[in-house]
């Protein structure tokens, strides 16, 4: 992972730094499995440095963006190249503070504390990652205020006051700006230091669909890059959803292409079906057929 | 009709997509003889405003158009551009080599519509089959102009136009017909001529530079709302007759307002203190005026007063009788539009129970936990209550508005019946402007659940300061104790009330109502509102050239009902995302 990063061109001395912390914050063995191995890399040497930067300060991060910025796979990579293991929550209207700290429970007769995920990871040292954040109400993530600020405690009622572990840190994802998304509030947002995602370049998109598959003819790399910048640029100019708008959706159509399927019914499955509307799939169909021809085989494709 | 919306858009689309730029509004778009997109084709005209200077072409189109038969050269010039924006596209999109085949091989097919010009479908043919690898079999003159045509992917826009020209000096009796008039014999390659001609084209451009100006004014005051007008010169010109002071001013336009449009709902010192919250900023010098629409007895010997009263009477029979023809399917779209919202409010909003090994403990079950080790002997409540909801309907009244009245007051009623059938309180009201009033008509309050058919009173009249009747709207829901408060609005997105004239006292300062500041103030107002915490909403009335502007003032919270048939389920999908988000 550290060889990714400095491939990436992230400066040396931030580096180090990243080596000198995996050494000196120890891990208990029984949580080296959750130490991430990530799938897909994050490319993007400003945010890496943006990111690895106000950890090293032990500040908490909250990754605003819009769909495909890449928001998870960069809070798993950071978790990866720290060496920390990694406790995903995800955030929903019914989460509250017992979801997340923990409460009392009942074990072989019994009451026992049965501990949240945040309480973990702020015991074992571990990076938290509150995925959308913003979907919470606000006053159930409230608890969260003392756990996240200097103060960098838990307190849990009727149970105990715990310190949250040094190597703790907790990386906030929201995607805003849709229709009627909650404002984080004030309070929650105070306490994170804030990297807005920029959408994938086409250069770092290129790169992600050639590790992803190395057997990728050079011209379609090109393409399907340029398929998903044309349809986020249609999107960006509210003619399109964002449900087509998919990084996912394309790099599993690639997926079923490379098992034999034809590209534009591999397409059709990963990204124009993926919006609802007929009008709409009508024009996300455009833009593919003006990227991808009409039954294109898997050797076209590929280069094996 | 539809339909060929639905197309024109789609060929936007392509257009866009290819050029790289969304702000584009083409001249070109192409369609089959079956008014299908030609997707080819569409992507050529993007991509020439993205390889070339397009202003240039532009012009050069704009030139080619003092020639009675302009669509022959202008084909001719297309076929021209293909050949160099193919080559120069094929690097970034590989897939023109299969589209531009498939489209060559129906040419060859006859498969696409023939060219009514024999000259122009065989050098189409001929150009095609030379793109697939055949021998053009042409010859003379014909393989000549080929030649000529098919522009080098090296060239720039200047030498394309250059050679363009020469091609027509050549080979064309361009622009014959003007000078035959003049000259009864003229040869073909007197070069004088095109010197001539040549002039003319530069002015042409000048005059292309007026028609934008031209553009704008008519953009500008673009509200049908030509007989408000003449009104109000008429006023204008009495006014300093009557010589009313300021304060009285007021009172006797008010009184005016009340003649035409109904009493008012409200005292004349509420609607003051009103006043005095709302109308500031870009609205300095308005009043406001809230009303149910009913005739004020006052003025019932009133020519004028009763004939708009009757005019008034006779657009809800029109608009009752359009929603009659179709109530089936406007019966349907309520349908529709009732399941949606309440499958929502079901799927988000009940809360439940869930047994849990942590909440609130169950005590009837506690021996599970003894005797068969089941940690699961607590409950916990889901709470999905978001608090109730309240949905203020607010109806554009402008005259611009005015060929679709009888629709939007049936899309107003079924918003509203749907909503009322799933038990949420609904408030609807109209706004216009006349003079400098924003007139408010209320037609049902939200506890009035049997008040929905007043919708039908809806009349078009004046222009519309939707900055105003927005925050005006904002300001009464404001007042009401919901939690979540949805503000829809049924708008065509063309603020314009030109003729509002703030009467200084000195002298009058027009300050326009339209355009950039039109949009920009409510743009604005909708942003503030969904600062304090409401949804705002819009369902787009309009025509497409105005979607920008929707876009500009409600971001992506406004449906574009292509076709009336689906207004249920696209006007559901927008309520559903609100719902799901409140």
């Known amino acids: ?304 | 009709m539809n339909r060929i919306r639905e197309g024109n858009k789609r060929a936007l689309n392509i257009i866009w997509n290819a050029s790289n730029d969304y702000s584009l509004d083409p001249e070109f778009k192409v369609f089959d003889e079956n008014g299908e997109v030609d997707l080819y084709w569409n992507y050529i005209i993007g991509a020439a405003h993205r390889f070339y200077d397009y202003a240039l072409l532009e012009k050069f189109f704009n030139y080619l158009k003092i020639d009675r038969d302009h669509e022959f050269y202008e084909k001719l010039f297309w076929l021209g551009l293909e050949n160099c924006i193919f080559n120069k596209g094929k690097e970034e999109r590989p897939v023109l080599y299969n589209l531009r085949r498939n489209y060559g091989e129906k040419v060859l097919r006859g498969e696409i519509e023939a060219f009514e010009n024999s000259l122009l479908e065989e050098l189409r043919k001929a150009h095609f089959k030379r793109a697939l690898g055949i021998d053009p079999e042409v010859t003379g003159n014909l393989l000549n102009i080929l030649n000529d045509l098919e522009f080098d992917s090296s060239l720039n826009t200047e030498e394309i136009i250059n050679i363009m020209e020469g091609i027509l000096k050549k080979y064309f009796r361009f622009n014959y017909g003007q000078y035959e008039r003049n000259e009864v014999k003229e040869s073909k390659d007197t070069s004088q001529k095109h010197h001539q001609k040549q002039v003319e084209y530069w002015e042409k451009k000048l005059s292309d530079d007026e028609m934008t100006a031209m553009k704008t004014l008519y953009l500008d005051s673009a509200e049908t709302a030509r007989d408000v007008y003449l009104e109000r010169e008429n006023e204008k010109i009495k006014k300093p007759l009557k010589k009313v002071s300021l304060l009285n001013k007021g009172d006797s336009e008010r009184l005016y307002i009340r003649k035409y449009y109904g009493s008012s709902i409200f005292s004349r010192d509420k609607t003051l203190v009103l006043e005095g919250i709302l109308c500031k900023d870009n609205h300095k010098n308005c009043y406001l005026h809230f009303t149910r629409g009913e005739f004020d007895k006052e003025f019932e010997n009133d020519v004028n007063a009763v004939y708009y009263n009757n005019a008034s009477l006779k657009q809800r029979e029109r608009n009752l009788n359009h929603f009659k023809e179709n109530y089936i399917s406007y019966q349907n779209s309520i349908l529709k539009l009732t399941n949606r919202i309440r499958n929502t409010m079901l799927a988000y909003f009940e809360p439940y129970w869930v047994k849990s090994n942590f909440g609130r403990l169950n005590i009837e079950t506690v021996w599970r936990n003894v005797y068969i080790n089941d940690n699961e002997i607590f409950n916990r409540l889901f709470n999905n209550d978001k608090g109730n909801i309240s949905v203020d309907i607010l109806l554009d009244a402008s005259a611009s508005q005015q060929e679709r009245q009888e629709i939007i007051a049936a899309q107003g009623y079924i918003i509203a019946e749907s909503f009322t059938r799933c038990g949420i309180p609904v408030r609807v009201y109209s706004f216009s402007s006349l003079r400098n009033f924003t007139v408010i008509t209320l037609y049902r309050d939200y506890e009035e659940v049997d008040k929905n058919m007043e919708i039908f009173n809806y009349k078009t009249t004046g222009c519309n300061r939707d900055g105003l009747a927005i925050r005006t709207s904002l300001h009464l829901m404001e007042d009401t104790d919901y939690d979540n408060k949805i503000l829809v609005i049924l708008s065509d997105c063309k603020p314009n009330d030109a003729q509002c004239t703030p009467d200084t006292g000195i002298k009058q300062e027009q300050t326009k109502y339209a355009g950039a500041i039109g949009i920009i103030d409510t743009a604005k107002e909708v942003k503030k509102g969904i600062q304090k915490g409401n949804s705002i909403l819009c369902v787009f009335t309009g025509e497409d050239e105005d979607i920008t502007t929707a876009k500009k003032i409600y971001g992506h919270s406004f449906a574009r009902i292509h076709n009336p048939d689906r207004f249920a389920q696209v006007v559901g999908v927008l309520m559903q995302n609100q719902l799901k988000n409140l």
Not at chain 1, 4 to 12: A, S, T, V, W
Not at chain 1, 61 to 76: C, F, I, M
Not at chain 1, 240 to 263: C, P, Q, Y
Request: with cysteine.
């Open chain 1, 1 to 304: 992972m550290l060889d990714f990063l400095r491939g990436e061109g992230i400066k040396d001395s931030l580096i180090s730094d990243i080596i000198s912390f995996r050494n000196y914050y120890k891990l208990e063995p029984i949580y080296e499995y959750r130490i991430p191995v990530p799938k897909y890399n994050y490319y993007g040497k400003e945010v890496w440095e943006q990111a690895i930067t106000a950890l090293l300060c032990g500040e908490n991060l909250l990754l605003v963006g819009s769909k495909a910025t890449g928001k998870n796979v960069l809070a798993e990579n950071l978790a990866a190249v720290f060496g920390r293991p990694k406790w995903d929550i995800s955030f929903h209207v019914n989460t509250d503070s017992t979801s997340l700290i923990g409460t009392d429970t009942f074990e072989n007769g019994q009451v026992v504390f049965r501990e949240g995920p945040i309480y973990q990871c702020a015991k074992w040292g571990g990076f938290g990652v509150l995925d959308e954040i913003n979907m919470a109400k606000n006053d159930a993530v409230a608890v969260l205020h003392a756990t996240l600020d200097y103060r960098r405690i838990i307190d849990v009622p009727g149970y105990d006051k715990i310190t949250i572990d040094e190597a703790s840190r907790f990386i906030g994802t929201m995607n805003y700006g849709y229709a009627g998304t909650r404002e984080l509030n004030e309070a929650l947002t105070s306490r994170f230091m804030v990297i807005n995602m920029p959408n994938i370049t086409t250069e770092n998109l290129k790169k992600l669909l050639l590790k992803e598959f190395p057997n990728l003819k050079e011209e379609y790399v090109e393409q399907f890059a340029g398929l998903f910048k044309d349809l986020q640029l249609k999107s960006e100019n509210s003619e399109i959803s964002t449900k087509s708008v998919d990084l996912r959706g394309l790099l599993a159509s690639i997926h079923l292409m490379n098992k034999g399927l034809t590209g534009d019914k591999a397409l059709s499955m990963g990204i124009t079906n993926k919006s609802f509307d007929d009008f709409e799939r009508t024009l996300v169909e455009d833009v593919i057929r003006l990227r991808i021809p009409d039954n294109l085989e898997r050797s076209e494709i590929f280069k094996d």
